[in-house]
């Protein structure tokens, strides 16, 4: 069976190499498949959940896309759109809401996160973000969403929007229940500056993430002041797990180089993290430098970058509308 894979990145700036090695490095590895049908969302209604410049946000979907395509999603093997111009997926998201439950929102660990102490203070978008979500992966009938660890109870209170729907209605099957596809290793990447926060677009200190777009030097210079401990590297997977830094970092190389956990403890057990950085400073380099060179290449060609995203707005509203359609016949408009 051809596999549907569908997954969004929001449009916020400073893609990351969490993105890439959690999620958008997987989209690659599906997208070469050819009994893939891949649709690749940027998700700029979710964005706007936390405020925005419109100006910043418009220049970051073009850089979204050009991520996309520098990391090496091919536009012409899959559906490349903005979530705004496809007005099926706020439709959905407030029939979804119906459906949806309140307990089950209230316990998203992401919004507590993301709201902070104040959450009298967050925009009731933020709160139903995950519905949003839902909406987006049913309405392409996904069979499998690739997404980082953190996107974990969101797709599971899809799976559950979608079983209500189909209870609800009495339509078996009708909403397609997704398999989350989630890396066992390496599908949360923490901090450079502290092993136990993950790594984050929002964090204030630019030098706590590898950003797509850096260069040779800001790489070099971010991983000789990532955080370390003071012993030499571990000399097993035991010996590794209390010790967030060293873990974050060794699984890093480990996913950049595709080499198993135990295999990068070989390499470097009982050797001093300055001789690992710069190893992994090298890996990171040969990896990202062609990355940051070619996003800057392609930001440049906004026609080009545009008419990607015109293309998949077409075929995304085919899919999409169609789908919408039979869920008002359904609910009985
Ligand atoms: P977003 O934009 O926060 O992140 C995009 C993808 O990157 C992954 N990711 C990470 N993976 C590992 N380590 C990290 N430190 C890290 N940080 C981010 C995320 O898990 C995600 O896969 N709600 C989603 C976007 C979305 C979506 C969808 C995803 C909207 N609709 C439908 C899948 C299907 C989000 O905010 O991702």
Same mark, same amino acid.
């Given at each position: ?8 990145? #929001? ?40 405020? #925005? ?16 395509? =520098? ?10 759109? %903005? ?16 459906? =949806?439950? /309140? ?29 949003? /979500? ?66 984050? %677009? ?63 403890? @070989? ?19 040969? %990896? ?8 800057? %290449? ?18 995304? @509203? ?16």
């Amino acid at each position: 069976m051809n596999k549907k894979i569908f997954s969004g990145v #929001q449009p916020t700036g400073n893609l990351h190499l969490g993105n890439y090695l959690g999620a958008i490095k997987n989209f690659v590895e599906l997208n070469n498949d050819d009994k893939n049908d891949c649709v690749f969302c940027v998700v700029d209604l979710h964005a706007i959940t936390v405020k #925005q410049d419109p100006k910043e946000l418009r220049d970051n979907i073009r850089e979204t896309v050009a991520t996309f395509i =520098a990391c090496g999603i091919n536009p012409e093997k899959s559906i490349i759109f %903005k979530q705004s111009t496809v007005s099926a997926h706020s439709e959905a998201a407030w029939l979804l809401s119906c459906v =949806a439950r /309140m307990g089950w929102l209230n316990r998203m660990t992401q919004f507590k996160e993301k709201a902070g102490k104040d959450k009298e203070k967050a925009s009731i978008g933020l709160y139903s973000y995950p519905i949003l /979500m839902a909406a987006d992966i049913l309405l392409y009938d996904a069979t499998h969403v690739p997404v980082g660890e953190d996107q974990k109870q969101h797709l599971e209170l899809c799976r559950d929007i979608a079983q209500k729907f189909n209870n609800d209605y009495a339509v078996d099957d009708f909403l397609k229940v997704p398999e989350p596809l989630i890396q066992k290793e390496f599908s949360r990447i923490m901090s450079l500056k502290d092993g136990t926060k993950k790594m984050s %677009k929002s964090d204030l200190s630019d030098l706590s993430r590898v950003n797509l777009t850096d260069d040779k030097d800001l790489i070099i210079n971010k991983i000789k002041k990532a955080k370390t401990d003071p012993l030499p590297l571990p000399n097993s997977l035991n010996e590794l797990n209390a010790r967030p830094e060293a873990k974050n970092l060794l699984g890093i190389y480990s996913s950049l180089t595709n080499f198993t956990l135990e295999q990068s403890i @070989n390499e470097f057990s009982g050797k001093n993290f300055s001789e690992f950085k710069e190893k992994l400073s090298q890996v990171l380099v040969e %990896k990202i430098d062609k990355i940051s060179n070619e996003i800057k %290449k392609l930001n440049t060609d906004k026609k080009y970058l545009d008419q990607i995203l015109l293309d998949g707005q077409k075929k995304a @509203n085919d899919i999409s509308s169609y789908k919408l359609k039979k869920m008002h016949e359904i609910i009985g408009f």
